[in-house]
């Protein structure tokens, strides 16, 4: 191959029917792994905000007792509480721009590592809900067999019931929360990550 | 429109050419190849603010056009790439060219098959760029730019041979 000739016929090709938009208020991004993560949290953001208000209205729904009602919106405050600083974080986070203008592997590193410290910070989040999760199904097991909590107060069955709890809540929300930002997020750091190994010497 | 938009428009229609290549390089569908530069052009616009007059305005274009086009992932409601149907896409006046451009069709069509890094590198060298520069815009070593230029060369080589075609 003579590259020399390939060279010179690049440089001649003809690219004066190239056209170019006369605005640029319409044009967008769409397909970068950025602006798909920030679409997706977007969409996360409106359903953690309908779960929240689900949450909150429970005991009206549901008509629980009047007496749960204060230890249950302590524990509503205390989830909110948690919620509203991790989906203002996540939200600050991907409101900063991403720099393209760097070197090649400076701007690949930068965009991995902002993807990575998402799906860090989204896994954190996950966890932080499991003491919730757990209460939550407490509070319902007492709800429907309050006899069971107060008959078994001091034999193993209840143990066994609140390690039953604790354990499927770790489990679930172990295995949901990695799985969901592994599948959601950690395709595009994984593609990033085999760009950047293209770099290397070898 | 605002006199900062219209300077860019110029600075735009000056590099075109040079932004078009790109997305042919990283993209063997048209429409793909329209999606790209449209996406090169969004972040160009998105981050000239940035640009402080260090460097040349078309270098700064070069590499965000090289970086922006490494991330940029295909629209996935379109077919996988077909490598055998590439000649549809080029251009009409292109499939009833001379001899040169039938090379440059050849070309476009084997390095689809280069990695993201190996088309970068290319680019640069039909550019014009030294070793050194192509290291420096993809933040490697100068030696380690020359290795990867000759590898992909040869990979490029082996493609075009394999196609039945010899430039």
Known sequence: MNFNNLQSEWQNENTENVSIPTTLEKIHSANMPLEKIKKNLKKEFIYQILSIIFIGVFPLLYKLPKTAYAPYYLLFTMFLAVCIYYLVKLYIFFKRLNNYTLNTKDSLYETYFDIRLNMEMYKTFGFALIPFLILYLLGILYNKNPDFVSTNLTNNSLLLAVFGIVAFSFLYMGFAVEWWVNHYYGKYAKEIRNVIDQLKED | ?167
């Not at chain 2, 569908?29 to 078309?58: A, T």
């Not at chain 2, 700064?60 to 295909?74: E, H, P």
């Not at chain 2, 077909?82 to 009833?96: L, Q, T």
């Not at chain 2, 040169?100 to 760029?129: C, D, M, P, R, T």
């Open chain 2, 1 to 167: 429109m605002k006199a900062k938009e219209q300077e860019f428009l110029i600075h735009l229609e000056q590099h075109k050419g040079m932004l078009h290549k790109v997305s042919k390089i990283y993209m063997d569908d048209k429409d793909d190849q329209q999606d790209l530069f449209q996406e090169i052009i969004y972040q160009l616009w998105k981050s000239h603010n940035e640009f402080k007059g260090n460097s040349q305005l078309s270098t700064w274009m070069y590499r965000v056009a090289i970086n922006t086009s490494i991330v940029y992932l295909k629209k996935e409601k379109r077919k996988p790439e077909k490598f055998d149907s590439f000649p549809e896409n080029i251009p009409e006046e292109e499939n009833d060219s001379d001899e040169k451009e039938s090379q440059l069709a050849h070309f476009y069509k084997a390095i689809q098959k280069l990695n993201k890094i190996e088309k970068a590198i290319i680019f640069y060298q039909l550019e014009g760029f030294s070793h050194k520069e192509i290291g420096n815009h993809l933040g490697i070593s100068e030696g380690n730019a020359r290795v990867k230029l000759n590898r992909a060369k040869d990979k490029l080589k082996t493609i075009i041979k394999s196609q039945g075609y010899e430039l």
